[in-house]
């Protein structure tokens, strides 16, 4: 900054005037106020000059930080609200998984219990008839919803009346839509979190709508819960029908099978039955036209032909038996180790002339290892034995939901003990599996490492 001449500061010019009454000093102060004045607007215009643009700018700055402040303030409110938000939504995510995961173990250990327990798909499907019709009865009498109907649009209370039914109308149909969709999806293992899914759709649609005093009622939420377990055990139900049936249908192909065995053994023993009483007749005759030399050598052959005419008969009266008696058969013990381990065994049973037909089949493409055989138990009521062997074994069924697949967690010493209560006649077992293809391929794999 430049620093005031001495003489044309205040002091020096007050001084002057002091003096005034001469003229001289007087015409001096004057020119000095004059010249002072000059010089402190020359000043003051240079400090304009070289400051003013700096202040300007400053300013400037000054606007831009309080802008960009605000800005940040705003965007930390923003991140406030949004990391609250998150957190809630991450809280109920939690509790949502935590409420999956025990519902998951809960039904991987098969802890559901039916509502219904209706006893056939077709009550389940009129039951579920009268759920979907009572839920239309509701959104027809405008009960499916608490609303208020005190609405005006433009002054215009038709107006808003059409507002209000235009948005009941779109909230129903988000949450049957949802509701759908959760039906569509249920199964065993989600049956309790699609429930949990529409109920948070029914919170959620309430909770957008509460500015429109709009709010889905409890007895319409019921109702898609009931239809929820109605259409998962409808479905069920109708799964264990379909089994059924393929269990019905697998014995009525076994019995067709057990029947043409019996048809053929029948046809085949009638044969040579005839046959062997033609011998044996012509053979007589000619016993009666031929010299005694040779009566010895007739007898001795028709004798022989009468003792394969026993054996024949025998047999005919049994296959005559078998197919009387219709409960007649084979219970088999089987294992297949190369497929299913250790101390697993299939307990089945079949009507067959030849059981071991039915042990090949089982032993199909469908199991890798042919199956070996530890007993086969003949019995006047098969079923009776078969159906005590596995009450007796039901708590170590492999699988614990479908009760065809005969498939037990057991020893065969067990076994043993089971059909000593249960049969009277002396079973042979066989204790080793032989397992060839198995115990084949292992050494196979051995040799090959």
């Known amino acids: 900054m430049k620093i005031e001449k001495w003489y044309l500061q205040t002091w020096f010019i007050s001084l002057v005037f002091i003096f005034s009454f001469l003229i001289i000093p007087f015409i001096t102060g004057v ?82 219990n039916p509502k219904y327990d209706l006893e056939t798909s077709e009550h389940y499907k009129e039951r579920l008839d009268d759920i979907r019709e009572k839920q239309k009865d509701l959104v027809r009498d405008k009960r499916a919803t608490h609303h ?4 005006e649009l433009n002054g215009s209370k038709q107006k808003g009346k059409v507002l209000n039914n235009n948005n009941i109308k779109l909230t129903i149909n988000a949450f049957n839509t949802e509701c759908d969709m959760a039906i569509g999806k249920v199964k065993f293992t989600n049956v309790h979190s699609m429930e949990t899914r529409i109920k948070k759709a029914f919170a959620n649609l309430n909770r957008i709508n509460k500015h429109n005093q709009i709010e ?29 049936q393929r269990r019905i249908r697998e014995e009525m192909r076994e019995e067709e099978r057990a029947r043409r065995e019996i048809e053929a053994a029948k046809a085949k023993i009638e044969k040579e039955e005839k046959h062997f009483t033609q011998e044996i007749k012509n053979l007589q005759k000619r016993l009666t036209e031929e010299a005694n030399r040779e009566n010895k050598a007739l007898l001795k052959k028709i004798e022989q032909l009468q003792a394969k005419l026993a054996l024949i008969q025998k047999d005919k009266e049994n296959v005559f038996n078998r197919e009387q008696n219709t409960r007649a058969g084979y219970v088999y013990i089987i294992s297949n180790i190369g497929s299913f381990g250790e101390d697993v065994y299939k307990i089945g049973m079949t009507r067959r002339l030849h059981p071991d037909d039915r042990v090949r089949e089982l032993g199909d493409a469908s199991v890798p290892f ?24 039901d708590h ?17 010493r067990e076994i043993q003990e089971e059909i000593v209560k249960n049969h009277s006649e002396v079973v042979q077992f066989t204790k080793m599996a032989e397992a060839k293809e198995y115990r084949e391929s292992l050494t196979q794999e051995a040799m090959s490492a």
Do not use: C
């Open 370 to 393: 042919r199956f070996d055989t530890h007993a086969m138990i003949f019995s006047h009521d098969a079923p009776a034995l078969e159906r005590a062997l596995h009450k007796a074994f």
């Open 31 to 112: 020119v000095l106020l004059i010249q002072h004045y000059m010089e402190h607007k020359k000043i003051t215009n240079k400090m304009n000059e070289e400051g003013l643009g700096e202040i300007q700018r400053f300013k400037q700055i000054k606007e831009e930080l309080e802008q960009e402040v605000e800005l940040y303030i705003e965007k930390k409110e923003n991140l406030i609200q949004e990391t609250n938000e998150l957190s809630i939504t991450l809280n109920e995510k939690q509790e949502e998984l935590v409420v999956l995961e025990d519902e998951l173990l809960l039904q991987s250990f098969g802890f559901y």
């Open 148 to 151: 208020f109907n005190g609405w």
């Open 216 to 244: 889905i009622t409890h007895e319409y939420l019921s109702l898609k819960l009931d239809e929820l377990y109605l259409a998962y055990e409808y479905a069920q139900q109708v799964e264990e029908e379909k089994e059924e």
């Open 396 to 412: 170590k069924r492999v699988n614990k939901v479908n009760n065809r697949k005969e498939f037990f967690h057991v020893t065969l």
